[in-house]
């Protein structure tokens, strides 16, 4: 499933979205009149989509509306929008890949002059360099899809509350399917030579247990106000960990 955009595009500006590599379309998007390139593995992509859309816009319309929201690992946007169009007053996403957050700038461009959005903006940067790249905490912190890049969780996570003044909305993948409180690490290795952003911006992951990465989210200074998982029966195609998290110590 795509990411559904009411407005329509001029042949100027499908001419721009067709010049967009396909590669830098981590979400589909759908206008009245036009369809965005489609990536190369937007089969895989699109069911990843559709579920992570599920279960996080619950939390989303709940939570952004009126409010600043800093959308992490944000590829070209989608989520960002979803936090627009959900009445967030202003969004800022981040990403590693200047192709994906220039298809998000794209995005943002429509909305420009249209309707009463205020359409969000984009930074390339790591989510490793968040304390320098932002100096003021934002109400709602959307972290989905990326920590199990990272090689370094705890610390990006401690970055995170620095700048989460009320919410930090979280999903997470390689999340392993025992009890209690494990992880392992894992080497990643670029086999096909394809440039992953996930390899760029580390070439290590840890796998956690759901108890682990809780406490990460305790370590950080987090507090779990509510969780949820893909049913069960998904779980192996999607070993997914979702919370709405809560600061709880002042930032360190
Ligand atoms: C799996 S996608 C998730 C996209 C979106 N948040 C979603 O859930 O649909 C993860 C994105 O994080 C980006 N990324 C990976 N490591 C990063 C880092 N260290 N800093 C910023 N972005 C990073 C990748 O380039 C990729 O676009």
Not at 134 to 152: I, M, N, R, T
Not at 185 to 213: E, M, Q
Request: hydrophobic share 40%; net charge positive.
């Amino acid at each position: 499933m795509s990411l559904k955009l009411d407005f329509e595009l001029t042949p100027d500006e499908q001419t721009d979205m067709a010049n967009i590599p396909a590669e830098a379309w981590f979400t589909q998007v759908r206008f009245r009149n036009a369809i965005s390139p489609r990536h190369p593995e937007a089969n895989a992509l699109d069911a990843n989509h559709e579920l992570k859309r599920k279960l996080m816009l619950p939390w989303i319309a709940a939570h952004v509306k009126g409010k600043t929201v800093l959308d992490l690992f944000c590829a070209n946007g989608s989520f960002s929008f979803e936090a627009m169009l959900a009445g967030a007053k202003e969004v800022v996403g981040i990403e590693f890949s200047s192709d994906r957050a220039r298809c998000a700038q794209f995005i943002a461009s429509i909305f420009a002059g249209k309707g009463a959005y205020r359409p969000p903006t984009f930074v390339v940067g790591d989510v490793y360099e968040l304390s320098r790249i932002f100096q003021e905490p934002f109400d709602v912190v959307l972290a989905l899809g990326g920590l199990y890049h990272v090689p370094d969780p705890p610390y990006v996570l401690t970055q995170i509350r620095a700048l989460t003044r009320e919410r930090l909305i979280v999903q997470t993948s390689s999340v392993l399917s025992s009890r209690g409180n494990w992880a392992k690490f894992i080497v990643r290795h670029d086999r096909r030579g394809n440039g992953l952003t996930s390899i760029i911006g580390g070439r290590g992951a840890w796998y956690y247990t759901v108890g682990c990465f809780e406490n990460m989210l305790q370590h950080a200074g987090f507090k779990t106000v509510e969780s949820c998982r893909p049913p069960f029966f998904m779980r192996r195609r999607f070993p997914w960990y979702c919370a709405l998290a809560e600061p709880t110590t002042a930032p360190r």
